[in-house]
T-cell receptor
Framework: DTAVSQTPKYLVTQMGNDKSIKCEQNLGHDTMYWYKQDSKKFLKIMFSYNNKELIINETVPNRFSPKSPDKAHLNLHINSLELGDSAVYFC????????????FGNGTRLTVT | GENVEQHPSTLSVQEGDSAVIKCTYSDSASNYFPWYKQELGKRPQLIIDIRSNVGEKKDQRIAVTLNKTAKHFSLHITETQPEDSAVYFCAANYPFGNEKLTFGTGTRLTIIP
């Protein structure tokens, strides 16, 4: 079983559209994250939820809205997509804060045309 | 917030030689330092990690060293093999406030057969 699963794997859409990416983890972790990896491979944190509560919201346009219906799920909705939103988006989870590693999903490659 | 610098950005070594990747962090409170390997088109995967109360950790051909005074840590890969070719990321965990892992900018390692 995949521990952190994201859907879809690929997403191609036009500017101005709205799209969602879904993430689920079956590891029982309390904390979930969204990271963005751009074409230069930089990994930047976007959001973090701990037990359904938003705890980190980096400087991300408000067109991006995360939602955590329960601690096993963290979805990302993006409104009015722009060319600069093209990237790979990784969901990740962590068992607890502190000395624990992130477990990444397989990523969603978003291409905005 | 934490800032992590990683060098070099690219590294080519002959198969069988050693590779060293270095990172520095800015906040002396950071307490946990994982290293991730990302193969082309795949997710980042943890290869080794070290806590701030340990100076060195080894796992077969991979070792990590931590110098808390100088605020730097390094990844050492010995007897490199073609399958070691990937992008490697260091990260530092800042444990206070909105705790999060901050990643370095990545090192593309190429093993020359």
């Amino acid at each position: 079983d995949t521990a952190v699963s994201q859907t879809p794997k690929y997403l191609v859409t036009q500017m101005g559209n709205d799209k969602s990416i879904k993430c689920e983890q079956n590891l029982g972790h309390d904390t979930m994250y969204w990271y963005k990896q751009d074409s230069k491979k930089f990994l930047k944190i976007m959001f973090s939820y701990n037990n359904k509560e938003l705890i980190i919201n980096e400087t991300v346009p408000n067109r991006f809205s995360p939602k955590s219906p329960d601690k096993a799920h963290l979805n990302l909705h993006i409104n009015s997509l722009e060319l600069g939103d093209s990237a790979v988006y990784f969901c990740a989870s962590r068992p607890k804060l502190g000395h624990s590693p992130l477990h990444f999903g397989n990523g969603t490659r978003l291409t905005v045309t | 917030g934490e800032n992590v610098e990683q060098h070099p950005s690219t590294l080519s070594v002959q198969e069988g030689d050693s590779a060293v990747i270095k990172c520095t962090y800015s906040d002396s409170a950071s307490n946990y330092f994982p290293w991730y390997k990302q193969e082309l088109g795949k997710r980042p995967q943890l290869i080794i990690d070290i806590r701030s109360n340990v100076g060195e950790k080894k796992d077969q051909r991979i070792a990590v060293t931590l110098n808390k005074t100088a605020k730097h840590f390094s990844l050492h890969i010995t007897e490199t093999q073609p399958e070691d070719s990937a992008v490697y990321f260091c990260a530092a965990n800042y444990p206070f406030g909105n705790e999060k892992l901050t990643f370095g900018t990545g090192t593309r390692l190429t093993i020359i057969p």
